[in-house]
């Protein structure tokens, strides 16, 4: 499985900035999606997932602001991320799980000026 993730900028406080996430090759049974991202001196840490159903979980710090939605068809996983604050910034990477096999894009950078 191949993820391509797109979308990233700079943009300033207060802006929205949508990422998307590609995935190819054995797709079919991707169970998961999500996004990650990764502060500088900082863990990788949930954004958002959703399941194959749709069913959706998101860290506290983005409920309200962020909202992820996944187009099964086109295998693809969006953030739309409004209201972005400085403390958003970070490399934002895609993940896609199937059984026990998880699966990284090459990460996106946002950048949230204040």
């Known amino acids: 499985v191949q993820l391509q993730a797109s979308g990233g900028g700079l943009v300033q406080a207060g802006g929205s900035l949508r990422l998307s996430c590609a995935a190819s090759g054995s797709i079919f049974s991707i169970a998961v999606m999500g996004w990650y991202c990764q502060a500088p001196g900082k863990q990788r840490e949930l954004v958002a997932r959703?399941?194959?159903?749709?069913?959706?979980n998101y860290a506290d710090s983005v409920k309200g602001r962020f909202t992820i939605s996944r187009d099964n068809a086109k295998n693809m996983v969006h953030l739309q991320m409004n209201s972005l604050k400085s403390e958003d910034t970070a490399v934002y990477y895609c993940?896609?799980?199937?059984?026990?096999?998880?699966?990284w894009g090459q990460g996106t950078q946002v950048t949230v000026s204040s």
């Open positions: 993940k896609a799980t199937i059984g026990t096999m998880v699966y």
């Open positions: 959703v399941t194959r159903g749709g069913n959706t």
